[in-house]
């Protein structure tokens, strides 16, 4: 198993759906902003045409994460299908894990004095043997979808042989495993909407990345 999620981030609509359903899932406190999840938005206008995009955000659940590495005292962890965990007993605040994600994904939680962050719902969901995250149940234009990247025949990588993706900041080389998928229509709107160093991704292209990362790193995957 290689756990991630695929983002038709062009169909987020902004309601907060799955911001309200991972607070209610992992007893975030409400009003709480940017933690776990969050949508991102970006204003800007082709030809003087204005448009906005919604980003939905989360820990990347990198597969060669530079937070595991940097933490002392092994808060920091791969479970198994390399999601990205975090343990608060054994967090010490030196947040040099917060420090090392590029995508600003962690956060303190002051209930517990100690960095939390998205876990893909592996805790209350996954481990117990169900199928998908709360954000994704609950999202009515079904933007998320999780899957694993290990199963050929599943729908996830079904999807991203299907259609173009990029992910963020590719540059850091953390080979992140949120893939946010390049429209199908309006291409020329797509290509001015994004980075213009963002790489278009194909499934062909994008797999070598991700098994090199996984046979690197799938020793330190651990089993709760």
């Known amino acids: 198993m290689n756990f991630a ?17 991972c607070k209610e899932e992992n007893g975030v406190q409400l009003g709480a902003d940017k933690q ?4 991102g938005q970006r204003e800007s206008s082709i030809f003087g045409n204005p448009f906005v995009n919604y980003y ?7 597969q060669d994460a530079p937070c595991v590495d940097v933490c002392p005292t092994g808060a920091s ?3 198994e299908g390399g ?18 994600c590029p995508y600003d994904a962690r956060f303190v939680d002051d209930k517990f004095v ?19 995250t709360a954000c994704q149940a609950t999202c009515p234009t079904k933007v998320r979808l999780f899957g694993d990247l290990d ?3 599943g729908e996830l990588v079904k999807l991203l042989k299907r259609r173009k993706f990029f992910v963020l900041k590719e540059a850091e080389g953390t080979v992140p495993k949120l893939f946010y998928l390049f429209p199908e229509n309006d291409t020329h709107f797509a290509e001015n909407s994004i980075a213009h160093d963002t790489t278009i991704h194909t499934w062909e292209s994008f ?5 090199k990362a996984k046979q690197k790193r799938e020793s330190q995957w651990i089993s709760i």
């Open 83 to 100: 999601i990205v965990m975090a343990d608060k007993d054994k967090c010490i605040l030196c947040k040099g894990c917060m420090e090392a």
């Open 207 to 211: 797999k070598p990345l991700i098994e």
């Open 36 to 39: 776990r999840i969050w949508v």
């Open 56 to 62: 939905p955000s989360q820990c990347n659940h990198c």
């Open 151 to 153: 199963d050929e025949e």
């Open 5 to 21: 999620m695929a983002l038709d981030y062009q169909s987020c609509i902004n309601c907060k759906a799955c911001e309200i359903a």
């Open 77 to 79: 962890y791969f479970a």
């Open 114 to 132: 100690a960095v939390d962050k998205c876990t893909f719902c592996y805790d209350t969901r996954i481990s117990q043997g169900e199928t998908t």
